[in-house]
């Protein structure tokens, strides 16, 4: 969860997607670790909306 932590701090779209799906695997075991990262990583400024979706659906346990 660290790393992940750290990941989504990347202005890079690809390590952004990539850590919303690592978060996402993992969001129902450790919520109350995933889920501030994964709303830290919605209201990123800039971010492609698709990405803001798939970090919401992530948070409700959908993921690609």
């Keep these: 969860i ?3 932590n750290r990941l989504s701090e ?3 779209p690809a390590v ?3 850590t919303i799906h690592g978060l996402g695997h993992i969001a129902d075991d450790f919520p109350k670790q995933c889920h501030p990262i994964l709303e830290r990583i919605i209201f990123k400024p800039n971010l492609p909306i698709e990405l803001q979706d798939y970090a919401k ?4 346990g959908y993921i690609q």
Excluded: T
């Design 2 to 4: 660290q790393l992940l």
């Design 10 to 12: 990347s202005v890079h």
């Design 16 to 18: 952004i997607e990539s």
């Design 57 to 60: 659906r992530a948070i409700d």
